[in-house]
């Protein structure tokens, strides 16, 4: 299906998926398969709500600059480009997701979209400090993976509502330490970045159900994070981190665990009570049994 770029605002309150208030529409919700140009919703200006990740839409995300009212947009996985500081004046915003697009632009555009909850960028073409976004205190959701991002992630310790933050394959940098006091954080993933760092400075993240560290400078005891009893992925292949297996008996809820080129130690057996443990890659350590 195609939107018809002469559709009025009234007729397209018929079509499946869109939602009105009187005449205006206010909320799109499209999924698979549907094509046509974004520009053809720049004129919908009382639009709250827009949903067409996924499907064969195009265009460029500057046609929607004028939609002020926007608090939901998500074109992830779409054909759509622009500079995201087209959008920097949709102070509306709670959700960006503008994932696996050719989206560009400089992710310091965005540091006045103050009511931002969700901002996810992964994989698109953004680039620069990261430092922009240490005002946006409503934050609870981070993915910049696989961008040209950079910056001291200490700029990121201060948004105490974060529970997920990825930004892995990133030129970020900086001691993990600085984050160590985001207790609400499930969520983080900092591998092949250079960070560095104890990685003790992370154990009091109870909530963490995921850490992934891999390839990066970090360092530290294992058993630093005997108490992180939700983590579910332990990922620290190719790291500077040691100790003994063993401190990790307690962590029944680990179901992938990736250990390779480090120097932990210990015997194989104590993983034997995991029940979940599903996948551990163990090779190049001083582990054995």
């Known amino acids: 299906n195609k939107w018809d770029p002469g559709i ?24 698979f398969g549907h094509a046509g140009h974004i520009g053809m919703l720049g004129s919908l200006k009382h639009l ?6 996924s499907t064969s839409i195009s265009g460029d995300i500057g046609s929607l600059a004028g939609l002020t009212n926007l608090g939901y947009l998500r074109l992830s996985s779409t054909s759509v480009f ?3 500081r087209s959008l920097g004046n949709l102070t509306s915003l709670g959700l960006l997701d503008l994932r696996s697009t050719s989206a560009s632009g400089d992710i310091g555009s965005l540091a006045g979209l103050t009511s931002l909850e969700y901002l996810l960028l992964s994989s698109t073409r953004i680039f620069g400090d990261i430092g922009s976004l240490g005002g946006l205190a ?6 910049l993976s696989s961008t040209s ?4 992630i200490r700029s990121l310790g201060g948004l105490s509502n974060l529970k997920y933050l990825r930004l ?3 030129n970020v940098f900086g001691d993990i330490e600085s984050l160590g006091n985001l207790t609400s954080l499930d969520y983080l993933g900092l591998s092949s970045t250079s960070v560095f760092g104890d ?10 159900g995921l850490l992934g560290l891999s390839f990066t400078s970090v360092s530290g005891n294992l058993k630093g994070l005997g108490k992180l009893t939700s983590l579910g992925t332990l990922g620290l292949h190719s790291t500077s981190v040691s100790g003994d297996i063993g401190s990790l008996g307690g962590l029944t809820s680990l179901h992938s665990l990736r250990l390779a080129d480090t120097s932990v130690e210990g015997r194989l057996e104590i993983l034997l009570p995991m029940r979940n443990l599903t996948s551990a890659i163990l090779h190049r350590t001083k582990i054995s049994g």
């Not at 991002?149 to 001291?152: C, E, L």
């Open 8 to 31: 009025s605002s009234s007729r397209c309150c018929g079509l499946p998926g869109v939602s009105c208030q009187g005449e205006n529409v206010v909320r799109i919700r499209k999924n």
């Open 82 to 84: 622009g500079d995201i």
């Open 149 to 152: 991002v950079s910056g001291d």
């Open 168 to 170: 892995s394959s990133t």
């Open 199 to 208: 990685i003790g400075n992370l154990g009091g993240l109870s909530n963490l």
């Open 138 to 143: 409503s934050l609870g959701y981070l993915l």
């Open 48 to 53: 709250r709500y827009l949903r067409l990740r």
